[in-house]
């Protein structure tokens, strides 16, 4: 059996919900972490049986 639609999308209204308007953010920088992203980065996974898996990433 498919389950019933109980919410009508309205494709028509192309506007942007108030909760995902991020015009008025303050503190926001764009390209911050840019040059620290580009040096590279390590990623630690923590194992459950205790192992821990090292990825080194570099751009």
Known sequence: ?????????????DEMRPEYDFKNMVGGARGKYYKAYRAGHTVKIHKTEGTT??????Q
Request: aromatic share 6%.
């Open 1 to 13: 059996m498919k389950k019933e639609i109980s919410k009508q999308v309205d494709i028509d209204n």
């Open 53 to 58: 898996l090292v990825h080194h990433f570099k």
